[in-house]
Structures are given as C-alpha cells and as structure tokens.
C-alpha cells in the first residue's frame, strides 16, 4: 500500500514536472508577445500552476484510478463547454462523426439539439429522419435519455448517447411547451441519409418551391442545378424551415444565387483576421425570379444568414415565425491529428448590421404552423349530396378526382391538398402572386 503510495506520489510529481515545464514554454514565449505586461504573466502564472496542482491532486487522490490523459480531456471538455453552448472539445469519435456528418450521412436519430438555458433543447429534427416521424419538435426539450437525466450533461455526451447501432431503440422524456407533463417518445435509431435539397413545383402554379434541409457541402451546386433547370418560373419558394445551419461557404454561396451585390454576411471576433465581409460576386447570381423564404423556430444559424440577408438586402419576402437566434461563429480547430476543439470565434451580422445571437430572424409575415382554415379555402357544395343531382356533372367531378390522384402520385408537384396542410407554404405563395402583381408579371 505504502509503495504503491509512494507510485503515485512519484507520478503527480511528474505530472507536475512536466506541466511546469510546458508552462515555462509558454513563459518565455509570452515574454515577447505585444502588450503583455507582468500583471498579466503572473495572473499566467498563478492560473496554471492552480491547474496542474488540481491535476495532480485528483490522480493521486480521486477515488476512482483516472490516468492523466483522461483527466485532460475532462478538463478541456468543461473549459469549452463553460464557454458558450456552441464550444466543445471533440475527442477521436467526436471528431469523425462530424466530418461523417458535414458529408450528408451520419448514424442516429437525425436531430440537431443545443444547450439552451442550461437545458438540452432540439433545435429542429431533420426531414424524414427517425426524429421527424415521431414528432419531434423545435424547441421541446429532452429532460432524460434511456432514463438518464440530461441535466448537468454535457452537448457532446447527449449527442454521443443519442447516437447507436441502426435498428436499436432509444426513448427520450420530453418537455413541450404548452403541455401539461413530459412524455416519453421511443424511436428506432437508423443510418441518417440527408437530401439536402430536392424542388418540386406548385400544382396549376409556375412556381418552384426549394426545399434546403440542411447546409452540406452539396447545397450550392443542387440548388443551382434546380434553378437552372426551371429557368421561367414566375417565383421561388426557398424552404428554410426546421434547417439547424452547417457549412457558412454554403449558406454564402446560396444567397449569392440570388443577389449580385452587396455584402451577404460580416463575421467580428476578437482577432483582427477574424473580422470578415463576405459580398456576393455578379458571376454566381442565376434567378430573377421573386423569391420568398420560408422560416420557423427551428431555422437556426445558416438558415438565418441566408433569410436575414436576403431580407435586408431586399430580395425576398420572409413567411413564418421567428428563427432560432444563433448568430455566432464556431470554428473546428484541430489540436493533433485525431482531437480538435469546436470554438466560437466570431460572431455573424447582417448586411444592416444588426445581429441574429438570441434574437434571429422576425419574418414579414407572421404565419403560424397548421391547416388553412376553411373560410380562406372556401365552400364547396358537393352536388352529389343534392337530392337531385345531374349524373353527367357528377362523373366530370370523378373524372377530375381521377385527375387530382394522379397529380398527387407525381413526386415533383406539391397538389393542392397539400398546400391547403401547410398554411405557411400557402401564405407564401401568395406572396409570390402579390411580388409577381407589383412587378407587372401577372
């Protein structure tokens, strides 16, 4: 017992040897840099030596056996996590699975969540994922996986228990606004193929609606393929609704397909060549078309970029409810071949300047989620429920239910039934006929 005392005695020693030594590295470095006076290398110096004596003394005391590097990690991952709820430190798996994911095709449950408020809270389930399908909302938040509490959890080990073998289940207790108590939800976990982007067109109306689910790498050249592909439409419904963000190249790149001036996005952090303007070049605009953009809560980060900038910069008319508010910049910066931090660096602002972090994106126009109410649809009288109805105007109305169900197996036009579902897709076809009125095209 005494020896293997002495053992560890001698290796929190070292650890402390080894550690002062990379701290007088870092001294002597330090001695050279601008504006660096000695109030601030003995603040330096005090804060690290308080580290590596915590270091050591959990080794050597804690009661678990816990090697170094271990302990390391756990440091570095509650240093990032206490940043900020976009911060992390991303060990080996981490650091896979996100390269896995920017390429369009991760295993899980296709949800994007956030520490928000200290609570683990969705920002918006992924089309036709696991998630979707069980009615995951943006906004709920997850108060248990498997049972566990998420409570005190950090984002990386909620997203890493989410995460498992394809067909296995998993059940997550849910808090919804506006609901009484939590509910469990029980999913089926499975490969998650994201089609980032997919276009359709409206029923009886010249007008493409593009749907982005998430910002890949592919989006810029999809969408461009689509909108050349239907080069006289009389409008452009951009579908950004439940769409968590990704790669800012790509939400660039997107708002220049539309615009051929002006700056897109500015990004400000702390360091100078952080401090960026981001203009749309006149070579990449393809449409003229009037657009309008589609937007919910769970639109967040890229997808406000995009909706914020077209709307500042007075290309579209933006339909929906108040996006997420997630304005700041993260950078994945590797600290080795295998490990990298997820760090935020900067924040985004508009082409007016204002900002998007905690207040996102306020639409033109308000629509909430949900049918078009039947007044707006209109009243149908069904002849066949007058006593005495014309057999012959009855079999044309068949004839054009026949019509409407061959419509609504075409893949690639969105019917009428289903605009009449959604009343945010038909305020924004409205707003297209009003754009197209204005501009003289109707």
């Known amino acids: 017992m005494e020896l293997h005392l002495k053992i560890k005695r001698s290796l929190a020693a070292l650890v402390g040897f080894i550690s002062s030594l990379a701290f007088c590295i870092f001294f002597v470095g330090n001695l050279h840099a601008k504006n660096d006076d000695n109030k601030k290398i003995e603040q330096r110096l005090q804060a690290l030596d308080k580290l590596t004596k915590t270091l050591a003394i959990v080794e050597q005391y804690y009661v678990d056996d816990e090697n170094i590097s271990d302990l390391v990690d756990k440091s570095l991952s509650g240093l990032l996590s206490n940043l900020d709820a976009h911060s992390s430190f991303m060990n080996e798996k ?108 409206i029923q009886k109306e010249n007008i493409l609606y593009l749907r982005v689910t998430n910002f890949d790498k592919n989006v810029v050249d999809l969408a461009s393929k689509e909108l050349k592909k239907y080069p006289n439409v009389k409008g452009v419904i951009l579908d950004l609704r439940n769409n ?52 919910n809560g769970g639109s967040a980060s890229a997808s406000e970029i995009v909706s914020g900038a077209l709307q500042d910069l007075k290309r579209a008319v933006i339909v929906g409810e108040n996006t997420f508010g997630k304005g700041s910049v993260q950078q994945i910066i590797p600290i080795n071949k295998t490990e990298a931090l997820r760090l935020t660096i900067a924040r985004y602002y508009l082409p007016s300047g204002r900002t998007i972090q905690a207040i996102g994106v306020k639409p033109d126009i308000e629509v909430f989620p949900g049918k078009v109410s039947a007044q707006e649809e209109g009243f149908n009288l069904k002849e066949s429920e007058l006593k005495q109805h014309l057999e012959n105007e009855l079999q044309k109305t068949n004839d054009k239910k026949e019509e409407k169900k061959e419509e609504k197996n075409d893949k690639n036009i969105i019917t009428l039934k289903q605009i009449y579902e959604d009343a945010q897709l038909k305020s924004a076809i409205d707003a297209v006929k009003i754009l197209n009125i204005k501009e003289g095209a109707l």
Do not use: C, H, W
């Open 94 to 201: 981490d650091f896979n699975d996100m390269k896995i994911q920017t390429n369009g095709e991760f295993g899980g449950l296709g949800i994007t969540v956030s520490m928000k408020d200290g609570a683990l809270t969705v920002v918006s389930p992924m089309e036709g994922t696991p998630a979707d399908k069980a009615g995951i909302k943006s906004g709920d938040i997850i108060l248990k996986i498997n049972n566990e509490a998420t409570l005190g959890m950090n984002l990386n080990d909620a997203v890493e228990k989410m995460r498992g073998k394809p067909k296995t289940e998993i059940t997550l207790t849910i808090f919804r606004k506006g609901s009484t108590k939590p509910f469990d939800v029980t999913l089926m976990r499975d490969i998650i193929k994201v089609e980032s982007v997919y276009a359709k067109l």
């Open 244 to 295: 968590p963000g990704g790669l800012l190249s790509q939400a660039i790149g997107l708002v220049n397909l539309f615009v051929d001036k002006g700056v897109i996005v500015s990004q400000k952090g702390r360091i100078a060549s952080e401090n960026q303007e981001y203009k749309a070049e006149a070579k990449n605009k393809i449409s003229n078309a009037p657009l309008v953009v589609l937007v």
